[in-house]
């Protein structure tokens, strides 16, 4: 079994920043795309943000364009998610997803970690 590591959330005052990271819990977990998602109280888990295992094919949910980058660490198969200019609309609970490859195939979550943007 595998589990996703997420750290990095908290409280901040709207335009602060924060860097989520996601890192597997076992050395030679396999995938070939990572993402993130959030879910905010009363609504449906949305994507934020995607990026395949090269680097490849990075994509954002509209409304975080130009504020948050993904980025991945393929010594570590690990995940980041830089966050600039936060809002309060950004306040949700963010999940890690693992599109797992070979013998670990099919979608692996993360616990969550709450970011919280307010004064």
């Known amino acids: 079994q595998v589990q996703l590591v997420e750290s990095g959330g908290g409280w901040v005052q709207p335009g602060g920043s924060l860097r989520l990271s996601c890192v597997p819990s076992?050395?030679?977990?396999?995938?070939?795309?990572m993402s993130w998602y959030r879910q905010a109280p009363g609504q449906e888990r949305e994507l934020v943000a995607r990026?395949?295992?090269?680097?490849?094919?990075?994509k954002y949910a509209d409304s975080v364009k130009g504020r948050f980058t993904i980025s991945r660490d393929t010594a570590k198969n690990s995940v980041h998610l830089q966050m600039n200019a936060l809002k309060p609309e950004d306040t949700a609970v963010y999940y890690c997803?693992?599109?797992?490859?070979?013998?670990?195939?099919?979608?692996?979550w993360g616990q969550g970690t709450q970011v919280t943007v307010s004064s």
């Open positions: 076992r050395f030679g977990f396999t995938v070939y795309a």
């Open positions: 990026i395949f295992t090269d680097g490849s094919n990075i």
């Open positions: 997803k693992a599109a797992g490859s070979g013998y670990y195939r099919g979608d692996w």
